[in-house]
């Protein structure tokens, strides 16, 4: 029992050498063992070595079984993965088994061979009915994974939590918010998980009020204040433009990641408070909490809201330093930074000159520009950019005559605004009618 204890410690902190070594010293390992030993190589992605240990091991057993097809399905070999699934005896197939092979093709987005072998199982568990509906939200096929949620008698917490956070994660808040009034209908109480998603989506909802409810029900019932939800608390105070509560919250934190830190910047990004959200852009570094894109993506919004130039540039060339790479949207941050800045120019060959191919954002948002800035000659520029690049690829194409033609009228040019009207009505495009939203109380 010590030795295989040991065997499996050194597995699990990745040094499978000293687990090799007590695992070959010991003269009477036993299936447990060899378990240990297998798991060990599976859990530092040495599949080959965990095989040709599988293939010396005399006595196999359910786990020993399992722990190849999962560490297969882990490494993204489900060919391996199916091929020992199909040689395991019939007696040593259990309902775990079927459900790691489930998981392992669910977890690699083929929800096709997922469900083949989801409705060949005899019996199923609550995980495994989880599994389905959380691989069919992730690909977003919400309809399907709301039919396996109603094909169910009988649910758990485990259960209506993927129903929720799949609804959050693909946009269907409001869904979201009855499916958790409903939940509490069927007595079941709310976890961490939960609270975490709903949180979310009274965030993306702007539902303070509800929100407040939430943080409510978190104190009475005593939830567990893990960093999930104390995230979520401070983004949805902070996307609802409660910064005093979110910033409340977030200094109130013991341990702060990299999450945090973007909730906190990006909040104040959103709402307008660009310098502050440039201040605790400086205080997380000095924190050692290293960014990510998000972060970085933040701060060049706040700076391109709140004109700071200086600091954006600061902030765009330190991505290199953090190791990340800028894509198409810290590009088009920073181009529209320029572009509001005046400095049409130098967003003009940043534009031409970086590594991808700018989209309907970038070009729109310089062509804005032009039009605040009112400098037709490099709207002239930008749509000539436009037909260079892609011939009916860029889908705007239609938007960008009209603010030319805008451009042009704002400057009195009023024969060069008719003639982009009548090139844009010769090409068949038609100008999208505007419309309002009004919500009824």
């Not at 395991?88 to 061979?113: F, I, N, Q, R």
């Not at 808040?173 to 989506?201: G, H, N, W, Y």
Request: charged share 25%; net charge negative; proline share 2%.
């Amino acid at each position: 029992m010590v030795g295989t204890s040991l065997v499996d410690m050194y597995g699990k902190c990745r040094d499978v050498v000293s687990a090799r070594k007590m695992f070959d010293f010991m003269p009477n390992g036993n299936a447990v063992t060899w378990n240990a030993m297998i798991g060990g190589y599976i859990k530092n992605g040495d599949t080959k070595s965990a095989n040709i240990l599988f293939e010396k091991m005399a006595g196999k057993t359910s786990v020993t079984w399992n722990e190849m097809i999962d560490g297969y399905a882990k490494s993204g070999d489900m060919v391996m993965a199916r091929q020992v699934f199909n040689n395991v005896p019939e007696g040593l197939k259990t309902v775990v088994t079927w459900t790691v092979l489930v998981d392992g093709y669910a977890s690699h987005g083929d929800m096709e061979a997922a469900k083949e072998m989801f409705e060949k199982m005899t019996k199923r568990n609550f995980y495994i009915w989880s599994v389905m509906i959380s691989g069919y939200f992730k690909k977003g096929d919400v309809d399907k994974a709301r039919g396996i949620f109603y094909r169910m008698s009988e649910r758990n917490l485990v259960v209506w939590n993927s129903l929720i956070s799949g609804y959050v994660q693909n946009g269907m808040c409001e869904e979201a918010m009855e499916a958790f009034k409903r939940m509490q209908v069927d007595c079941f109480e709310p976890d961490e998980v939960t609270i975490a998603s709903i949180l979310s989506a009274c965030a993306q909802l702007g539902q303070l009020d509800v929100g407040k409810e939430i943080h409510e029900m978190i104190v009475s019932k005593r939830i567990a204040l893990n960093e999930f939800v104390l995230n979520g608390l401070a983004d949805m105070y902070a996307k609802c433009g409660d910064l005093s509560q979110a910033r409340l919250i977030f200094e109130q934190m013991s341990f702060k990641n990299y999450a945090a830190w973007n909730v906190l910047i990006s909040g104040f990004a959103i709402n307008g408070h660009c310098r502050e959200a440039v201040d605790f852009f400086s205080r997380m570094e000095k924190s050692k909490v290293k960014p990510d894109e998000v972060t970085f993506l933040s701060v060049l919004f706040a700076c391109a809201h709140g004109g700071l130039v200086e600091e954006g540039l600061d902030a765009f060339y330190k991505m290199e330093k953090y190791g990340l790479t800028a894509n198409i949207k810290h590009f088009g941050c920073l181009v529209d930074l320029l572009a509001r800045a005046g400095k049409l120019q130098e967003a003009f060959d940043l534009v031409k000159e970086m590594p991808v191919e700018p989209n309907d954002t970038i070009l729109g948002a310089l062509l804005g520009a032009c039009r605040i800035h009112s400098n037709t000659v490099m709207a002239e520029r930008v749509l000539e950019l436009v037909g260079k690049l892609n011939s009916g690829c860029i889908s705007n194409d239609d938007a960008h005559y009209v603010l030319l033609s805008n451009i042009y009228a704002a400057s009195e040019r009023w024969q060069k605004a008719e003639g982009i009207r009548v090139v844009f009505s010769n090409k068949g495009l038609e100008k999208a009618p505007g419309c309002s939203t009004v919500m009824v109380i």
